[in-house]
């Protein structure tokens, strides 16, 4: 394995630099959240457990990236460090 595509360290982290990180978390977050929506939606319209999971992976896999990746320009934030004059 290449380093940082995943490695880890001696300290157990994970080779990643703050921006990676940030979006493999935001991504998580976003799995996450299609799942559980998925599979709520499936028990509510009645489906057993089997069918309900089935649907929440459904929602995993239609999950739109494209907005994590490339957020709208007011949700970027500035780059820091001194204004110029």
């Known amino acids: ?3 940082g595509a995943g490695s880890t360290n001696r300290k157990g982290d994970i080779g990643m630099n703050d921006k990676e990180l940030e979006l ?3 991504v998580r977050g976003a799995c996450i ?3 559980l929506d998925g599979y709520e939606r499936a028990q509510i319209a009645g489906l057993c457990q089997e069918g309900a999971w089935e649907c929440a992976v459904d929602a995993m896999r239609m999950l739109d990236l494209r907005p994590i990746l ?6 970027r934030t ?3 460090g001194p ?3």
């Open 1 to 3: 394995m290449k380093p």
């Open 24 to 26: 493999a978390l935001a």
């Open 33 to 35: 959240a299609a799942a």
């Open 70 to 75: 490339h957020p709208p320009a007011e949700e």
């Open 78 to 80: 500035p780059p820091s």
């Open 83 to 85: 204004a110029s004059a």
